[in-house]
């Protein structure tokens, strides 16, 4: 067997396509999103800058608000309060990670939960839990389902395999799949006998960012990975899962680089579409935020 690439590069291009196409035909406003990067991380800010070019690509405003490393946390919170309060925003992300003096959890926290597209906070992991369909759902993990649902697998009764608790990808993957109906493992760095684990798995989401740590003879013949992890090696990007090891064993497989990346921005901006929306129902349109640290324009 010869897995099938699962192509999340295509797909997300497809989902950006079809978003353009709904804000255009809007009536009333476009969907606006405030991006707060605070402090000068190389990595944050070239993330914040590819969220801010595909936001606009597809007719999303995208508001970034650029903050001191050395803001202190009530001027972060009032600065959020802000936003929470401006009706011409409709989504807000705290791009992390946020320097070591600020209460990362705190501060997420404190975005009102109807304009946290990232799915970041309490009361919206919360709704995840409880499987109700108004949670915002985190953008990667959101993405390894659409790519998922794309292979076309029946997912009922499979036993998926996340490898990785994180809050932000194994975590909420894994309440995902609960919620698809596969009897899910939660595996991690303190798992005894991964490899044992893994031979059981119909699926594997793996999100530890263990370089080609996942090979062939820990795989069951046909099973779907998705492949989360990105790490830099000798300068190119690398997954969890060895593909070149694994490609012959697997049925589907996401490649690294362009399979669960290319998804992550893409669900972000639908989830802010989706966040302008429900806040139009409420009689609200949007407009630049006029932030006084938004250099956008
Ligand atoms: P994290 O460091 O917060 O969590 C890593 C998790 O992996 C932890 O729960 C840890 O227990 C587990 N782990 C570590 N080593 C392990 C091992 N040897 N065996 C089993 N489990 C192990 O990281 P994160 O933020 O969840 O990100 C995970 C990976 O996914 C990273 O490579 C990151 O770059 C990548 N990532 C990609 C995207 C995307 O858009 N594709 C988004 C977020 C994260």
């Known amino acids: 067997m010869t897995a099938q690439i699962i192509d999340g590069k295509a797909i997300a291009q497809k989902t950006c396509d079809e978003l353009k196409t709904k804000i255009s035909s809007l009536q009333d406003g476009a969907p606006s999103l405030a991006v707060i990067l605070v402090g000068d991380d190389e990595a944050s800010q070239i993330y914040v800058r590819n969220k801010k070019k595909k936001a606009t690509e597809v007719g999303i405003d995208c508001h970034v608000i650029e903050l001191s490393a050395s803001i202190g946390e009530s001027a972060l919170l009032s600065t959020i309060d802000e936003l929470n309060d401006n009706p011409h925003i409709n989504g807000i992300i705290v791009q992390l990670p946020l320097p070591k003096h600020l209460d990362e959890q705190k501060i997420i926290a404190h975005i009102s939960p109807d304009k946290d597209v ?28 659409e ?7 029946d997912l009922v009764g499979k036993h998926a395999v996340v ?15 609960l919620n698809a109906d596969c009897t899910v493992t939660i595996t991690h760095s303190h798992t ?15 999100a530890c960012g263990q370089p080609k740590m996942i090979k062939s003879s820990w795989l069951k013949e046909g099973v779907v990975i998705l492949d989360v992890g990105i790490t830099r090696v000798d300068g190119h990007l690398c997954g969890d899962v060895d593909f070149d090891d694994v490609k012959e064993k697997a049925s589907f497989i996401t490649p690294v680089p362009g399979g669960v990346g290319p998804m992550t921005i893409a669900m972000l901006l639908v989830n802010t579409y989706e966040a302008f929306l429900r806040a139009q129902a409420k009689g609200e349109t949007s407009h630049c935020c006029h932030h006084k640290n938004c250099h956008c324009h």
């Open 118 to 145: 990232d799915g970041f906070t309490p009361y919206n992991s919360g709704l995840l839990s409880y499987n109700n369909p108004s949670a915002f759902v985190s953008a990667t993990p959101k993405g390894v389902l």
């Open 163 to 177: 490898i990785g608790r994180s809050h932000i990808v194994g975590r909420p993957v894994a309440k995902l799949l």
């Open 192 to 206: 005894v006998n991964l490899p044992e684990i893994t031979q059981t798995a119909d699926i594997i989401v793996s």
């Open 147 to 153: 790519l998922l649902k794309s292979t076309g697998i």
